[in-house]
């Protein structure tokens, strides 16, 4: 670009940043090896209920179909809508129609909160680690983050307390993943899901929501979520999507959110696609109308558990010496951080010529905390590669050791 | 919402603007009785090659195809991406890997471009009258609109040096719809491409090339693209989709742009749906693997001809003594003024009541302009209820005229 004009960028290009789980997946996409991958978010392929799919695909989008092909309303196809209402009723994230919106995978629907609720140089606060994917769109609307620690009970609130009472800046927006919090594996516990309520409520703040495996709890108590506690304040914005319980393919997802954004969201969304895709949308009804997706959901929280499980015990095994891991009730990840110190980005390289990956810690943090830690998905592969998958990691560790 | 919080909105949702589009397509599906559709951007669903789809369908999304619902890459499928290149060879929009990234259709080409290179208060050049969903998505990152004339040359590139001269102020980015224009119909010349190509060069604006219907070409001689034109220049962003070509519903497209952009433009479309659904992706590449587009654009142009020929012949004996209108060589829309002037939104209503349907041409203006046309999608109709249409216009138009 030496002898040509220079592109006339945005300012807000100087914010577009790439993630460490981009390049660390992109460059586990180009080995060729046997790689025990606990690297990305995907269910199993086995878990992927094709079988459903192609039946609903056979009804709803076949010869003729062509209404299925057409533009969609913005809002969303009337019979996934109408379904999703129904799959919801007494559920924790029951609503409304004036309160839901169909979107492309929960990214939209994040797309969609921080771009309503952001302006440049509104404080944002985030989840630390948090799901920097997410917060990298924030970033893109020119926010500035604010990382608040997660412990076993999911975001310590009163940091955020403590924070603006320290610097005089209350954040705009507060972004968190409560249940099954990607990457920690952490649940926001009730109290502290009331506490940030109170908190958003004192504050005027916008709590964007952020809640894909919800659904996938295969131990403990359900909790209520930041949607059901909200009881109708316009302060929750509810990102959800089916990426996690059906497919992250379809990229169909929804936000449910004040109905006083009314046109607002619709415009919003209509600018960036102008409607989701209807062929998926008609897949997702008929697959919740078909009564696909209970028995699906029951199925995959008894693997997940498994797997979970495997993964524990592997750790327990490999790692019991040198590192400590969170105990998730329910979603896809696990979070390991070693004591003493390991440089997990360093690391990566290794364990990937040991035949297993995984996404470093620092990945999930803009400022690049967490380097002694890494986020393993367990629900993608089966315990028995699971333990081999751990046994490699810890082969990794001893040769980075050998060799330092 | 009086009692509660008040929603700590982003002060770019002052610039969310809907569109006239959006409400007469409303007001127009709410309708049940017989409405000749002229409104609508889509093809007609006899043009929904489902059958095609379907068997594809059969092939790349069947039982144990989990790997079609997985995540995507972000900048595309690899099947899709070397179908595309492999299908544009040769073409005015040939293009190359480091080039091309798959989008979720033209609109979210439009929001990228949009949002990698505009920031608030830039002045962003539009065609007077355009497509007004894609202005708004300008809007949406607080653009300021200079909308600028067109003729039967298309963008009146004139006009815009004028208007510098004048003002001072060159727009940053330029919009422009080059071919089968959205709503006029018209198609930029040789000459004008040319011309505006120089201008942007000479300025280091960015031109935002949004192309859905030129491979739509019933009549006359075709013309290099802007892309082609631009030779590699950095500043021509060109965009793409399937939605006029295959189907909307899809949501799949393309942009072709500078390989500068690089990692920004992946950064900026991960932010916003982290990768376009890649069934329908899948499915795209098995239509064009297939062959299936060539002979499927074949058919169309032949029927689009007519209809276009039908609709001409039909406004030529209702309304030879009160109209003019446009005469495209390819593409979805026709373009009509009255003289005198009629107000094209007041007449909305009667003319649904007696049947017939179009969007009013102040649509297509965020000023407001044209209250006096109208724009006619002929693609959408078979010739004989085009005929019926266009006999229900001047019936809605006589009886306006009666009771005003």
């Given at each position: 670009?030496?002898?040509q004009?220079t592109?006339?960028?945005?300012?807000?290009?100087?914010?577009?940043?790439?993630?460490?789980?981009?390049?660390s997946?992109?460059?586990?996409?180009?080995?060729?090896?046997d790689?025990?991958?606990?690297?990305?978010?995907?269910?199993?392929?086995?878990?992927?209920?094709?079988?459903?799919?192609?039946?609903?695909?056979?009804?709803?989008l076949?010869?003729?179909?062509?209404?299925?092909?057409?533009?969609?309303?913005?809002?969303?196809?009337?019979?996934?809508?109408?379904a999703?209402?129904?799959?919801?009723e007494?559920?924790?994230?029951?609503?409304?129609?004036?309160?839901?919106?169909?979107?492309?995978?929960?990214?939209?629907?994040?797309?969609?909160?921080?771009?309503?609720?952001v302006?440049?140089?509104?404080?944002?606060?985030?989840?630390?680690?948090?799901?920097?994917?997410?917060?990298?769109?924030?970033?893109?609307?020119?926010?500035?983050?604010?990382?608040?620690?997660?412990d076993?009970?999911?975001?310590?609130?009163?940091?955020?307390?403590?924070?603006?009472?320290r610097?005089?800046?209350?954040?705009?927006?507060?972004?968190?993943?409560?249940?099954?919090?990607?990457?920690?594996?952490?649940?926001?516990?009730?109290a502290?899901?009331?506490?940030?309520?109170?908190?958003a409520?004192?504050?005027?703040?916008?709590?964007?929501d952020?809640?894909?495996?919800g659904?996938?709890?295969?131990?403990g108590?359900?909790?209520?979520?930041?949607?059901?506690?909200?009881?109708?304040s316009?302060l929750v914005?509810?990102?959800?999507?089916?990426?996690?319980?059906?497919?992250?393919?379809?990229?169909?997802?929804?936000?449910?959110?004040d109905?006083?954004?009314?046109?607002l969201?619709?415009?919003?969304?209509?600018?960036?696609?102008?409607?989701?895709?209807?062929?998926?949308?008609?897949?997702v009804?008929?697959?919740l109308?078909?009564?696909?997706?209970?028995?699906?959901?029951?199925?995959q929280?008894?693997?997940?558990r498994?797997?979970?499980?495997?993964?524990?015990?592997?750790?327990?095994?490999?790692?019991?010496?040198?590192?400590r891991?969170?105990?998730p009730?329910?979603?896809?990840?696990?979070?390991?951080?070693?004591?003493?110190?390991?440089?997990?980005?360093?690391?990566?390289?290794i364990?990937?010529?040991?035949?297993?990956?995984?996404?470093?810690?620092?990945?999930?943090s803009?400022?690049?905390?967490?380097?002694?830690?890494?986020?393993?998905?367990?629900?993608?592969?089966?315990?028995?590669r699971?333990?081999?998958?751990?046994?490699?990691?810890?082969?990794?560790?001893d040769?980075q050791?050998?060799?330092?």
């Amino acid at each position: 670009m030496s002898t040509q004009p220079t592109l006339p960028l945005a300012s807000r290009t100087a914010d577009l940043v790439g993630s460490v789980i981009d390049s660390s997946t992109s460059l586990l996409a180009s080995q060729t090896h046997d790689i025990v991958r606990f690297a990305m978010g995907s269910p199993a392929p086995e878990a992927i209920p094709t079988e459903a799919l192609a039946e609903v695909g056979r009804q709803a989008l076949g010869v003729g179909a062509s209404d299925a092909y057409d533009y969609a309303a913005t809002e969303g196809d009337p019979p996934l809508r109408e379904a999703l209402l129904e799959t919801l009723e007494g559920t924790s994230d029951a609503t409304t129609p004036e309160r839901l919106t169909i979107t492309a995978g929960g990214m939209q629907g994040l797309d969609l909160g921080f771009k309503l609720f952001v302006d440049p140089g509104d404080l944002v606060a985030v989840e630390s680690p948090t799901y920097t994917n997410g917060s990298a769109t924030a970033l893109s609307y020119q926010a500035q983050l604010l990382e608040v620690p997660v412990d076993h009970e999911g975001m310590v609130v009163e940091h955020l307390r403590e924070e603006a009472a320290r610097t005089g800046r209350r954040p705009k927006v507060i972004y968190t993943i409560p249940t099954f919090q990607n990457p920690s594996g952490a649940t926001m516990s009730l109290a502290r899901r009331r506490e940030l309520l109170e908190l958003a409520q004192e504050w005027g703040s916008m709590v964007i929501d952020d809640d894909p495996y919800g659904m996938l709890r295969f131990a403990g108590e359900e909790l209520p979520t930041l949607h059901e506690l909200a009881a109708g304040s316009p302060l929750v914005f509810s990102v959800r999507t089916f990426s996690k319980i059906i497919a992250p393919g379809l990229r169909v997802g929804w936000v449910d959110a004040d109905p006083g954004l009314g046109q607002l969201l619709i415009n919003a969304k209509q600018a960036m696609d102008t409607c989701t895709n209807l062929p998926m949308q008609r897949l997702v009804a008929g697959f919740l109308r078909g009564g696909y997706l209970q028995e699906h959901l029951a199925t995959q929280r008894v693997q997940y558990r498994k797997r979970k499980e495997a993964m524990q015990e592997a750790l327990t095994e490999h790692f019991g010496d040198i590192a400590r891991w969170t105990d998730p009730e329910g979603g896809f990840f696990l979070w390991v951080t070693f004591e003493p110190a390991i440089d997990t980005e360093a690391l990566f390289k290794i364990a990937l010529a040991e035949g297993v990956a995984y996404i470093p810690g620092n990945a999930f943090s803009a400022e690049g905390r967490f380097p002694d830690a890494l986020r393993l998905c367990f629900a993608s592969t089966p315990p028995d590669r699971i333990r081999e998958g751990v046994r490699r990691l810890r082969a990794a560790v001893d040769r980075q050791r050998a060799e330092g």
